[in-house]
Every structure is written in structure tokens, then in C-alpha cells.
């Protein structure tokens, strides 16, 4: 069993800043790529960013240039910095991990196995 947790996450000005953290035990962290999803009241879960085992890095249009992922195998842990916040950035962001290789990326919801509980991040205009 893999246990997701995220923290982080917040209310913030539009412009601002936050650094949502998520570490996963319970298997092999180097093993596991990790993404990030959110899901907005009455919208469908979206795809934020996700990190390969190898470190390859995607990103949703809608972030790019603002939001940074990263991994440290060490501390089994993925940050995803978000910078330039914007009132659409307000979601629940869920943090997940696969340990399927996907040759296409990790864009789809499906493809992950372990998910985290939740952080709300809440952008103010």
C-alpha cells in the first residue's frame, strides 16, 4: 500500500506565490512517476504537471511558465512550485503516482494508482 500525502496549499493574493509538497511511502519512491491534478467546484479533475522516474517533466498549457515541478528521491518527495497565481488556479490539487511506465506522458487520471487526500489552494482576486 502507497500512502500519498500532500501539504501546502492555501489562500493567497492573485500574483502570489505557493510551494504544495507530497511525499509517498510505502514503495520505492524512484519507482514511482508523480503528477498533480486539480478539480475546481463543478469541473472536471485536471491535469497540473507530472515528473517521470527519469525526472522528465509535463506540464498542462494552462501552467506552463508558472508552476515548476520537481522531485527529491531522497526525502520521497515531489514540490510543484506555483508562481504568478491566478483566480482559475483555485482547486483542490491532488497529488498521485504511478508506478506504469507511459510512453505518451502521464497526462491522463487514469494512469495513476496512489492518490493523496487533497490540498485547496484558493486564489484571491
Known amino acids: 500500500q502507497v500512502l500519498v500525502v500532500e501539504s501546502g496549499g492555501g489562500l493567497v493574493q492573485a500574483g502570489g506565490s505557493l510551494r504544495l509538497s507530497c511525499v509517498a511511502s510505502?514503495?520505492?519512491?524512484?519507482?514511482?512517476?508523480m503528477g498533480w491534478f486539480r478539480q475546481a467546484p463543478g469541473k472536471e479533475r485536471e491535469f497540473v504537471a507530472a515528473i517521470s522516474r527519469r525526472g522528465y517533466l509535463y506540464y498542462a498549457d494552462s501552467v506552463k511558465g508558472r508552476f515548476t515541478l520537481s522531485r527529491d528521491n531522497s526525502k520521497n518527495m515531489v514540490s510543484l512550485q506555483m508562481n504568478s497565481l491566478k483566480p482559475e488556479d483555485t482547486a483542490v490539487y491532488y497529488c498521485?503516482?504511478?508506478?506504469?511506465?507511459?510512453?505518451?506522458?502521464?497526462?491522463?487520471?487514469?494512469?495513476?494508482?496512489?492518490w493523496g487526500q487533497g490540498a485547496q489552494v484558493t486564489v484571491s482576486s
Open positions: 510505502g514503495r520505492t519512491f524512484s519507482s514511482l512517476a
Open positions: 498521485a503516482g504511478t508506478s506504469q511506465y507511459l510512453s505518451g506522458g502521464y497526462y491522463s487520471d487514469a494512469s495513476y494508482d496512489y
